[in-house]
């Protein structure tokens, strides 16, 4: 009976580890490229000031907009890669058992913060589609497809959440008879 729970367990994370891998690498790359792009455009804005005295408003609007789409975006793959920020100074010094308690109390956490904010990235979003949002400067380009980007990071976010969730659980649960 263990070895096919343990197998069910082990099927459960690799369909979730595959599905939010799939989403993260279709986010992240659109990332990368925006990020490059950005580089090139923030590379052109510097020289047009520093050699030409020269402002360009549309470009500087949409190195705003590049932002956004590379901080949302690249949220699920940098959890998936661990390069997030970890206290393993702190937290190294604890017990295996503490560690994984923690693990699971701050996942959720995060969980619930992340859940709450894509709520709101979504409201903001549907403002934006009903009341036809423009940007402020001269493009005057519709806002909701970059108010999508926020939501689209969060919610691909919360499922990598999701799958560090079930692994901190898990990892929780061997830990029971160790002390």
Do not use: C, Q
Request: hydrophobic share 55%.
């Amino acid at each position: 009976m263990k070895s096919s729970y343990e197998g069910i367990r082990y099927r459960v994370d690799k369909i979730f580890d595959n599905v939010t891998g799939i989403i993260s690498i279709g986010l992240i790359s659109p990332a990368a490229v925006a990020l490059v792009a950005w580089s090139v455009v923030m590379a052109v804005l510097i020289i047009a000031r520093a050699l030409f005295d020269m402002h360009v408003p549309f470009l500087e609007e949409f190195t705003a907009y590049l932002v956004v789409l590379v901080g949302f975006l690249a949220l699920p793959y940098t959890l998936r890669t661990g390069g997030h920020i970890k206290v393993d100074v702190v937290t190294g010094l604890l017990p295996k058992r503490v560690r994984d308690i923690l693990g699971v109390v701050t996942t959720l956490l995060s969980l619930v913060i992340v859940g709450y904010l894509a709520h709101k990235g979504v409201l903001w979003f549907w403002y934006a589609v009903e009341s036809k949002v423009h940007s402020e400067f001269a493009s005057h380009i519709l806002m909701w497809p970059v108010y999508l980007l926020v939501p689209i990071g969060l919610t691909a976010l919360g499922l990598a959440l999701l799958l560090e969730l079930y692994r901190s659980v898990i990892s929780l649960g061997k830990g029971k008879g160790e002390s």
